[in-house]
């Protein structure tokens, strides 16, 4: 393990866990990873760090893994910020930024959260994967686990994505589609982990795809000269990256590598059509209720229950945003706009991201003067469903 890592915490409570073996969740919630951040900021500054070549895996000394060990992955790039005029002007923001995710290997941010995770599984011993999926996690894991030579088993709705489901395949998973939803998909990964010696992979069942979401942030800030920008809107469904942002700030600030105390206000968006984080943020609980009859082309926010429920909901509080839901109808105008006026293609769930900026634009809760920057967490190429829709 990493020199710098030093042990797991049960999320819920605080419990803290040793590392090198493997584990899932403690009283049946997320395990998050600590590291001796005293020592990291001994042994390396961040403009060291930033100077670094590569992407994600320069931040080695906020990663888990052994710094002797080289990780399994496919060259993840830094992924640009992409300043947006032409857009920024329908809503009146002289600094809208895009940060493009989609140019990660796999086409989403998922691949972030596997290199890690995979990394961590294969320095684990770990032969076996299976996981829940409602489309790009299960193309991702299924790559890295080539990669790594681990079996990899993806549970998925039958109505994913066709690119999904062939993508998963292409790269030797096995591939069982589920009459149901991701929740449904992740009860029978669990009920059959233990008997088939699979490794649950599920989102924030395992502390290291969380670690790979981090470096978003990490990535942002460098990218901002270190200081932050004043909102973030980001398509919520699992939640590992808006959680993994907000672990990246809260250890950059404790590092004391940020410029400034501002701290983005984080705008968790969800389509009408699956708003579980959405309906519980206004209610004021701390944990969510499933959302029953999920629908949404945004396929990447169909999760109608989230395990890192509380962990979203406190960020997203913390940093005196909100979380707001967008309506089904109003993604392919955005995806339209935002590839007509930036040449920027964005994935629905980002659209909906667009659509909400707009009524908080409206509303005033985001000012016209203020520095946004939106995350397109896919390839919009991999939603040929949504695609075949008529953009109006
Ligand atoms: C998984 C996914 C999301 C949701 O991300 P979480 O971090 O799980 O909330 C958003 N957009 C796309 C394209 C995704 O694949």
Same mark, same amino acid.
């Given at each position: 393990?990493?020199?710098?890592?030093?042990?797991?915490?049960?999320?819920?409570?605080?419990?803290?866990?040793?590392?090198?073996?493997?584990?899932?969740?403690?009283?049946?919630?997320?395990?998050?990873?600590?590291?001796?951040?005293?020592?990291?900021?001994?042994?390396?500054?961040?403009?060291?760090?930033?100077?670094?070549?590569?992407?994600?895996?320069?931040?080695?000394?906020?990663?888990?893994?052994?710094?002797?060990?080289?990780?399994?992955?496919?060259?993840?790039?830094?992924?640009?910020?992409?300043?947006?005029?032409?857009?920024?002007?329908?809503?009146?923001?002289?600094?809208?930024?895009?940060?493009?995710?989609?140019?990660?290997?796999?086409?989403?941010?998922?691949?972030?959260?596997?290199?890690?995770?995979?990394?961590?599984?294969?320095?684990?011993?770990?032969?076996? %994967?299976?996981? $829940? @999926?409602? #489309?790009?996690? !299960?193309?991702?894991?299924? +790559?890295? &686990?080539?990669?790594?030579?681990? /079996?990899?088993?993806?549970?998925?709705?039958?109505?994913?994505?066709?690119?999904?489901?062939?993508?998963?395949?292409?790269?030797?998973?096995?591939?069982?589609?589920?009459?149901?939803?991701?929740?449904?998909?992740?009860?029978?990964?669990?009920?059959?982990?233990?008997?088939?010696?699979?490794?649950?992979?599920?989102?924030?069942?395992?502390?290291?795809?969380?670690?790979?979401?981090?470096?978003?942030?990490?990535?942002?800030?460098?990218?901002?000269?270190?200081?932050?920008?004043?909102? %973030?809107?980001? $398509? @919520?469904? #699992?939640?590992? !990256?808006?959680?993994?942002? +907000?672990? &990246?700030?809260?250890?950059?600030? /404790?590092?004391?590598?940020?410029?400034?105390?501002?701290?983005?206000?984080?705008?968790?968006?969800?389509?009408?059509?699956?708003?579980?984080?959405?309906?519980?943020?206004?209610?004021?609980?701390?944990?969510?209720?499933?959302?029953?009859?999920?629908?949404?082309?945004?396929?990447?926010?169909?999760?109608?229950?989230?395990?890192?429920?509380?962990?979203?909901?406190?960020?997203?509080?913390?940093?005196?945003?909100?979380?707001?839901?967008?309506?089904?109808?109003?993604?392919?105008?955005?995806?339209?706009?935002?590839?007509?006026?930036?040449?920027?293609?964005?994935?629905?769930?980002? &659209?909906?991201?667009?659509?909400?900026?707009?009524?908080?634009?409206?509303?005033?809760?985001?000012?016209?003067?203020?520095?946004?920057?939106?995350?397109?967490?896919?390839?919009?190429?991999?939603?040929?469903?949504?695609?075949?829709?008529?953009?109006?």
């Amino acid at each position: 393990m990493s020199d710098f890592f030093t042990h797991l915490e049960g999320s819920w409570d605080g419990t803290r866990l040793p590392k090198g073996t493997l584990c899932n969740t403690h009283e049946n919630r997320p395990i998050v990873a600590r590291y001796d951040l005293a020592a990291v900021k001994r042994s390396v500054t961040r403009d060291e760090m930033a100077r670094r070549p590569g992407g994600m895996w320069k931040y080695r000394e906020l990663l888990p893994l052994a710094l002797s060990t080289e990780p399994i992955s496919l060259g993840e790039a830094q992924s640009p910020l992409l300043p947006c005029p032409r857009l920024g002007k329908v809503f009146g923001l002289e600094r809208l930024f895009i940060k493009d995710e989609s140019i990660l290997p796999t086409g989403s941010f998922k691949s972030r959260g596997m290199t890690v995770a995979i990394s961590m599984a294969k320095e684990l011993g770990v032969t076996k %994967i299976a996981l $829940p @999926t409602a #489309g790009n996690a !299960g193309g991702a894991a299924a +790559a890295y &686990a080539a990669r790594a030579g681990i /079996e990899c088993h993806v549970f998925m709705p039958r109505d994913t994505p066709v690119v999904n489901r062939r993508e998963a395949l292409l790269y030797g998973a096995r591939v069982t589609l589920v009459d149901g939803l991701i929740h449904d998909c992740g009860k029978i990964v669990r009920e059959n982990a233990a008997r088939k010696g699979w490794f649950d992979f599920s989102t924030l069942k395992e502390p290291y795809r969380l670690e790979g979401k981090k470096t978003m942030g990490i990535e942002l800030a460098e990218q901002c000269g270190w200081s932050l920008p004043d909102v %973030i809107l980001y $398509p @919520t469904g #699992g939640g590992t !990256g808006l959680v993994g942002m +907000a672990k &990246a700030f809260a250890e950059l600030t /404790e590092l004391g590598w940020l410029e400034g105390s501002k701290r983005p206000r984080f705008y968790a968006c969800q389509s009408e059509g699956c708003a579980p984080i959405v309906r519980a943020f206004e209610k004021g609980d701390r944990l969510a209720q499933t959302w029953e009859n999920a629908k949404t082309s945004a396929s990447g926010l169909r999760v109608p229950a989230a395990v890192g429920d509380f962990l979203m909901l406190d960020a997203i509080r913390a940093s005196k945003g909100e979380a707001v839901a967008a309506p089904e109808a109003s993604i392919p105008f955005w995806m339209q706009k935002a590839a007509s006026l930036e040449g920027i293609p964005l994935c629905p769930e980002t &659209a909906v991201c667009l659509s909400v900026l707009q009524n908080l634009i409206q509303s005033g809760s985001i000012r016209q003067d203020e520095k946004v920057i939106v995350f397109n967490t896919g390839a919009f190429q991999k939603y040929l469903e949504c695609l075949l829709e008529p953009v109006s």
